[in-house]
């Protein structure tokens, strides 16, 4: 049986199994793209509930394997050489994982590294101007009487949803013909955007037809269904 002590994490969220992966996350945007993830590739795991609304994001437990305090994390107790690791930033994960099992990133070195760029564009652009979209319009910023803001971050995630248009202009995913954690990756964003935050109408997602049709093909991928209420939410 694995010794996961030296990892204060487990203090606070006790490993039942420790000899498997143990997820430290909520489903949200950015939690789900690796509990899909984990669904996708079949790698046995343990998900633990990190309740961000009850900052327990900001426990000492927690900073201890995230010191940025952001869902989600993980643990695994077989990492490379043999070693537990523990890991933090969602698309680290999803490149670790992919690595580790050998599936959703491509073995051809010039594709594998045009999937990663994908992926960066994710973190770098659609997750940050979506969630100030979302902040913005949803949340304690639409009540700035000046909409300048708002503005911004809707112009910007509709160009960016035109990006992801283009790209997927006779394809089922990113890269063609072959789903990948690119796809993981961004299929949360994008569903949030129109459901949880609203914000189909004002983004004009009907006029990104490309977009909504690889949304609902990933949306139909039973990994994903399952991915995306995990970890169940007391």
Avoid at 19 to 45: A, C, F, R
Avoid at 74 to 101: C, H, M, Q, R, W
Avoid at 156 to 173: F, I, P, Q, T
């Amino acid at each position: 049986m694995a010794d996961l002590s030296a990892f204060p994490i487990t203090k606070r969220w006790p490993a039942r199994n420790p000899d498997i992966l143990q997820l430290y996350s909520l489903p949200t945007p950015n939690g789900v793209k690796v509990s899909i993830m984990l669904e996708e590739v079949g790698l046995p795991y343990e998900a633990h509930l990190v309740d961000i609304g009850n900052n327990e994001s900001w426990t000492p437990e927690f900073l201890s394997l995230n010191p940025n305090g952001k869902i989600p994390a993980i643990l695994d107790p077989n990492g490379p050489g043999g070693k537990p690791l523990g890991l933090f930033e969602s698309g680290a994960i999803l490149v670790y994982l992919a690595e580790k099992t050998g599936k959703l990133l491509p073995a051809d070195l010039a594709r594998r590294y045009e999937t990663i760029q994908w992926v960066f564009f994710q973190m770098a652009f659609i997750g940050p101007m979506f969630g100030q979209l979302g902040f913005f319009f949803k949340f304690a910023g639409k009540d700035i009487e000046d909409k300048r803001p708002l503005n911004r971050y809707r112009d910007e995630s509709k160009r960016l949803l035109g990006v992801l248009n283009a790209r997927l202009v006779g394809h089922d995913w990113i890269m063609g013909e072959e789903y990948t954690i690119a796809d993981i990756s961004m299929l949360g964003w994008v569903r949030n955007l129109i459901g949880f935050y609203g914000a189909r109408d004002i983004v004009e997602f009907d006029s990104f037809p490309n977009v909504a049709a690889w949304l609902d093909r990933g949306l139909e991928r039973p990994a994903v269904q399952r991915g995306i209420a995990i970890p169940a939410r007391s």
